[in-house]
Nanobody, 125 residues
Framework: QVQLVESGGGLAQTGGSLRLSCAAS????????MGWFRQAPGKEREFVAA????????YYADSVKGRFAISRDVAANAVYLQMNSLKPEDTAVYYC??????????????????WGQGTQVTVSS
């Protein structure tokens, strides 16, 4: 059974940092693009960041560009999201996703086939 399991969420202060991890099991995802999405209460799930199958290309939402960094470890079958300079508006449940995604659809949640259960990130002001 394919599983994506997120970890690393929690409570941070404004300006602080958190590092999210997503571990994949059941299959390897080295042939898949990996992404992070988030959903705040009452809002739709939105794109945060993604990394291509090769790991050579990364993509970010404008709201996190310059503050967040996505990376992947193919050997560990894992993807990470380093979040710096956190803001209260970053508060959300963060989801890891994987899929056979090409560049022009990498920001679209419907392009991803596999999803984790999410991890809560709360940033206090």
């Amino acid at each position: 059974q394919v599983q994506l399991v997120e970890s690393g969420g929690g409570l941070a202060q404004t300006g602080g940092s958190l590092r999210l991890s997503c571990a994949a099991s059941g299959r390897t995802f080295d042939g898949k693009a990996m992404g992070w999405f988030r959903q705040a209460p009452g809002k739709e799930r939105e794109f945060v960041a993604a990394i291509s199958r090769s790991g050579l290309s990364t993509y970010y939402a404008d709201s996190v560009k310059g503050r967040f960094a996505i990376s992947r470890d193919v050997a560990a079958n894992a993807v990470y999201l380093q979040m710096n300079s956190l803001k209260p508006e970053d508060t959300a449940v963060y989801y890891c996703a994987a899929g056979s995604v090409v560049a022009f659809t990498i920001r679209r949640r419907e392009a991803y086939d596999y999803w984790g259960q999410g991890t809560q990130v709360t940033v206090s002001s």
